[in-house]
Protein backbone atom coordinates (compact mmCIF):
# COMPACT_ATOMS: atom_id res chain seq x y z
CA UNK A 1 0.00 0.00 0.00
CA UNK A 2 1.51 3.20 -0.61
CA UNK A 3 2.21 5.77 1.58
CA UNK A 4 0.16 8.95 1.60
CA UNK A 5 2.06 12.10 1.32
CA UNK A 6 1.45 14.54 3.56
CA UNK A 7 -0.55 17.63 2.96
CA UNK A 8 0.52 21.25 3.55
CA UNK A 9 -0.48 21.40 7.40
CA UNK A 10 1.33 18.13 8.21
CA UNK A 11 4.72 19.51 6.60
CA UNK A 12 4.18 22.73 8.41
CA UNK A 13 4.53 21.26 11.47
CA UNK A 14 6.85 18.33 11.05
CA UNK A 15 9.39 21.15 9.35
CA UNK A 16 9.11 23.13 12.58
CA UNK A 17 9.21 20.52 14.77
CA UNK A 18 12.48 18.73 12.41
CA UNK A 19 13.74 22.59 12.87
CA UNK A 20 13.87 22.45 16.44
CA UNK A 21 15.16 19.50 16.86
CA UNK A 22 18.26 20.07 14.40
CA UNK A 23 18.71 24.02 15.19
CA UNK A 24 18.26 26.03 18.27
CA UNK A 25 18.35 29.33 16.17
CA UNK A 26 15.54 29.88 13.35
CA UNK A 27 15.62 31.81 10.03
CA UNK A 28 13.79 33.79 7.18
CA UNK A 29 14.13 34.17 3.73
CA UNK A 30 13.96 37.88 3.14
CA UNK A 31 12.87 37.73 -0.49
CA UNK A 32 14.78 40.46 -1.82
CA UNK A 33 13.53 40.11 -5.30
CA UNK A 34 9.92 40.97 -4.00
CA UNK A 35 10.57 43.40 -1.57
CA UNK A 36 12.30 45.52 -4.77
CA UNK A 37 9.10 44.45 -6.77
CA UNK A 38 6.47 45.85 -4.45
CA UNK A 39 8.09 48.97 -3.65
CA UNK A 40 8.67 49.52 -7.46
CA UNK A 41 5.02 49.01 -7.91
CA UNK A 42 4.46 51.30 -5.10
CA UNK A 43 6.35 53.99 -6.78
CA UNK A 44 5.10 53.70 -9.96
CA UNK A 45 1.58 54.67 -8.30
CA UNK A 46 2.32 57.24 -6.59
CA UNK A 47 4.01 58.83 -9.63
CA UNK A 48 0.96 58.15 -11.17
CA UNK A 49 -1.21 59.73 -8.63
CA UNK A 50 0.94 62.52 -8.57
CA UNK A 51 0.41 63.37 -12.21
CA UNK A 52 -3.14 62.84 -11.88
CA UNK A 53 -3.41 65.30 -9.78
CA UNK A 54 -1.42 67.93 -11.29
CA UNK A 55 -3.35 67.41 -14.55
CA UNK A 56 -6.32 67.82 -12.84
CA UNK A 57 -5.28 70.49 -10.30
CA UNK A 58 -8.21 69.01 -7.80
CA UNK A 59 -7.76 66.06 -5.90
CA UNK A 60 -11.01 64.41 -4.32
CA UNK A 61 -11.97 62.75 -0.87
CA UNK A 62 -11.70 59.39 -2.83
CA UNK A 63 -8.33 60.27 -4.44
CA UNK A 64 -6.65 61.77 -1.37
CA UNK A 65 -7.78 58.39 0.61
CA UNK A 66 -5.91 56.35 -1.60
CA UNK A 67 -3.04 58.22 -1.38
CA UNK A 68 -2.52 58.30 2.10
CA UNK A 69 -2.77 54.25 2.02
CA UNK A 70 -0.18 53.99 -0.88
CA UNK A 71 1.94 56.56 1.16
CA UNK A 72 1.55 54.54 4.41
CA UNK A 73 2.38 51.15 2.39
CA UNK A 74 5.30 53.11 0.55
CA UNK A 75 7.12 54.05 3.69
CA UNK A 76 6.21 50.82 5.65
CA UNK A 77 7.44 48.67 2.79
CA UNK A 78 10.37 51.05 2.48
CA UNK A 79 11.24 50.45 6.40
CA UNK A 80 10.39 46.50 6.65
CA UNK A 81 13.25 46.22 3.14
CA UNK A 82 15.72 48.24 5.49
CA UNK A 83 15.12 46.30 8.83
CA UNK A 84 15.22 42.90 7.10
CA UNK A 85 19.01 43.43 5.12
CA UNK A 86 20.11 44.43 8.23
CA UNK A 87 20.16 41.04 9.76
CA UNK A 88 23.78 38.86 9.41
CA UNK A 89 23.16 36.75 6.38
CA UNK A 90 23.61 32.92 6.73
CA UNK A 91 26.89 31.63 5.65
CA UNK A 92 26.84 29.20 2.41
CA UNK A 93 26.98 25.93 3.61
CA UNK A 94 23.89 27.01 6.15
CA UNK A 95 22.20 28.60 3.30
CA UNK A 96 22.34 25.12 0.86
CA UNK A 97 21.15 23.42 4.42
CA UNK A 98 18.25 25.53 4.86
CA UNK A 99 17.27 25.56 1.38
CA UNK A 100 17.47 21.75 0.85
CA UNK A 101 15.44 21.62 4.26
CA UNK A 102 12.35 23.72 2.70
CA UNK A 103 12.51 22.24 -0.56
CA UNK A 104 12.41 18.85 0.69
CA UNK A 105 9.06 19.50 2.83
CA UNK A 106 7.39 22.44 0.92
CA UNK A 107 8.57 21.92 -3.28
CA UNK A 108 5.61 21.52 -5.23
CA UNK A 109 5.50 20.11 -8.86
CA UNK A 110 3.71 23.49 -9.86
CA UNK A 111 6.95 25.26 -8.31
CA UNK A 112 8.09 27.41 -11.39
CA UNK A 113 11.84 28.12 -11.29
CA UNK A 114 13.56 27.80 -7.74
CA UNK A 115 10.98 29.95 -5.52
CA UNK A 116 13.32 28.74 -2.08
CA UNK A 117 16.78 30.66 -4.04
CA UNK A 118 16.75 33.65 -1.99
CA UNK A 119 18.90 35.47 0.52
CA UNK A 120 18.91 33.58 4.19
CA UNK A 121 19.11 35.66 7.29
CA UNK A 122 19.08 34.69 11.21
CA UNK A 123 16.91 36.07 13.63
CA UNK A 124 19.63 38.12 15.59
CA UNK A 125 19.91 41.80 16.72
CA UNK A 126 20.74 43.99 13.81
CA UNK A 127 22.14 46.41 15.93
CA UNK A 128 24.39 44.05 18.27
CA UNK A 129 28.15 44.93 17.47
CA UNK A 130 30.93 43.00 18.71
CA UNK A 131 34.53 44.09 18.39
CA UNK A 132 37.21 41.86 16.15
CA UNK A 133 39.20 40.81 19.15
CA UNK A 134 36.12 39.39 20.96
CA UNK A 135 34.48 38.07 17.50
CA UNK A 136 38.04 35.95 17.33
CA UNK A 137 37.79 34.62 20.64
CA UNK A 138 34.41 33.12 20.38
CA UNK A 139 35.03 31.67 17.42
CA UNK A 140 38.55 29.77 18.24
CA UNK A 141 38.16 29.25 22.16
CA UNK A 142 36.80 26.10 23.51
CA UNK A 143 32.63 25.88 23.52
CA UNK A 144 32.80 25.67 27.33
CA UNK A 145 34.41 29.31 27.96
CA UNK A 146 32.96 31.02 24.86
CA UNK A 147 29.49 30.23 25.76
CA UNK A 148 27.63 32.03 28.37
CA UNK A 149 25.27 30.05 31.05
CA UNK A 150 22.42 31.22 29.79
CA UNK A 151 23.17 30.66 25.79
CA UNK A 152 24.39 27.57 26.43
CA UNK A 153 20.90 26.27 27.78
CA UNK A 154 19.00 28.34 24.48
CA UNK A 155 21.59 26.45 21.99
CA UNK A 156 22.09 23.44 23.21
CA UNK A 157 22.71 21.84 19.29
CA UNK A 158 24.96 24.13 18.55
CA UNK A 159 27.23 24.28 22.11
CA UNK A 160 27.43 20.27 21.41
CA UNK A 161 28.40 20.76 17.74
CA UNK A 162 31.35 23.52 18.49
CA UNK A 163 29.71 26.49 16.75
CA UNK A 164 30.85 29.86 17.43
CA UNK A 165 28.25 31.65 19.96
CA UNK A 166 26.10 34.85 19.28
CA UNK A 167 26.65 36.50 22.26
CA UNK A 168 29.77 37.70 24.30
CA UNK A 169 30.05 35.74 27.38
CA UNK A 170 31.36 36.94 30.66
CA UNK A 171 34.94 35.00 30.28
CA UNK A 172 35.60 36.49 26.84
CA UNK A 173 34.34 39.85 27.77
CA UNK A 174 36.82 39.82 30.94
CA UNK A 175 39.60 38.02 29.07
CA UNK A 176 39.27 40.96 26.36
CA UNK A 177 39.73 43.53 28.27
CA UNK A 178 42.57 41.66 30.21
CA UNK A 179 44.19 41.74 26.82
CA UNK A 180 43.55 45.31 25.70
CA UNK A 181 45.09 46.13 29.71
CA UNK A 182 48.14 44.55 28.96
CA UNK A 183 48.61 45.61 25.54
CA UNK A 184 47.87 49.38 26.64
CA UNK A 185 50.99 48.90 29.05
CA UNK A 186 52.86 47.29 26.20
CA UNK A 187 52.89 50.14 23.81
CA UNK A 188 54.22 52.24 26.50
CA UNK A 189 56.63 49.90 28.52
CA UNK A 190 58.72 48.90 24.95
CA UNK A 191 59.18 51.73 23.47
CA UNK A 192 60.26 53.82 26.45
CA UNK A 193 62.65 51.02 26.79
CA UNK A 194 64.18 51.09 23.32
CA UNK A 195 64.60 54.49 23.94
CA UNK A 196 66.26 53.95 27.01
CA UNK A 197 69.04 51.52 25.72
CA UNK A 198 71.98 54.11 23.23
CA UNK A 199 69.39 56.98 23.71
CA UNK A 200 69.92 59.18 20.39
CA UNK A 201 67.21 61.53 18.85
CA UNK A 202 67.04 59.54 15.40
CA UNK A 203 66.05 56.55 17.35
CA UNK A 204 64.05 57.89 19.72
CA UNK A 205 61.99 59.40 16.83
CA UNK A 206 62.18 56.56 14.16
CA UNK A 207 60.63 54.21 17.37
CA UNK A 208 58.19 57.19 18.30
CA UNK A 209 56.56 57.14 14.22
CA UNK A 210 56.52 53.39 14.55
CA UNK A 211 55.26 52.58 17.81
CA UNK A 212 52.07 55.54 16.96
CA UNK A 213 51.77 53.40 13.22
CA UNK A 214 51.23 50.49 15.31
CA UNK A 215 49.28 51.75 17.93
CA UNK A 216 46.77 53.29 15.22
CA UNK A 217 46.10 50.35 13.19
CA UNK A 218 46.06 48.42 16.19
CA UNK A 219 43.12 50.86 17.30
CA UNK A 220 41.31 50.67 14.12
CA UNK A 221 41.02 47.33 13.30
CA UNK A 222 40.81 45.69 16.49
CA UNK A 223 38.98 47.90 18.99
CA UNK A 224 35.34 49.03 17.83
CA UNK A 225 35.67 53.10 18.59
CA UNK A 226 34.30 55.99 16.66
CA UNK A 227 36.67 57.82 14.20
CA UNK A 228 36.85 61.25 17.30
CA UNK A 229 38.02 58.20 20.02
CA UNK A 230 40.89 57.02 17.63
CA UNK A 231 42.02 60.54 16.96
CA UNK A 232 41.79 61.20 20.11
CA UNK A 233 43.68 58.28 21.81
CA UNK A 234 46.22 58.15 18.82
CA UNK A 235 47.28 61.74 19.55
CA UNK A 236 47.14 61.23 23.26
CA UNK A 237 49.46 57.94 23.13
CA UNK A 238 51.62 59.96 20.28
CA UNK A 239 52.11 62.74 23.39
CA UNK A 240 53.34 60.85 26.16
CA UNK A 241 56.11 59.43 24.10
CA UNK A 242 57.02 62.54 22.69
CA UNK A 243 57.25 64.21 26.11
CA UNK A 244 59.62 61.36 26.88
CA UNK A 245 61.83 62.19 23.80
CA UNK A 246 62.03 65.82 25.11
CA UNK A 247 62.90 64.66 28.55
CA UNK A 248 65.95 62.12 27.33
CA UNK A 249 67.11 64.50 24.59
CA UNK A 250 67.14 67.53 27.93
CA UNK A 251 68.60 64.89 29.99
CA UNK A 252 71.22 64.53 27.50
CA UNK A 253 71.91 68.19 26.47
CA UNK A 254 72.52 69.00 30.30
CA UNK A 255 74.71 66.65 30.60
CA UNK A 256 76.91 67.95 27.46
CA UNK A 257 76.51 70.85 29.47
CA UNK A 258 77.83 69.82 32.48
CA UNK A 259 80.78 68.06 30.66
CA UNK A 260 81.98 70.92 28.86
Known amino acids: MATKAPDYNESLVQYVNRSLEDEEEFHFLRFESLHRLNIVDLQVNLARMKSRIKRSGTAGPNELDMLDRTLRSYASAIRDYEYLKQHKPLSKDDTRDRKLRLQLFFQSPDDFGDPY????????????????????????????????????????????????????????????????????????????????????????????????????????????????????????????????????????????????
Open 117 to 260: QSHYSWFRNPNQQIDPVRQALMRNLPSRLAYSNGERQERKREYMDGKPPTRVSVFVDRLVRLIIALAGGLFLIVPVHIMSFSPSLIKSLITVSVSVAVFTLVVSFLVRVTNIETLVSSATYAAVLVVFVGTTAGGKGDAATRST
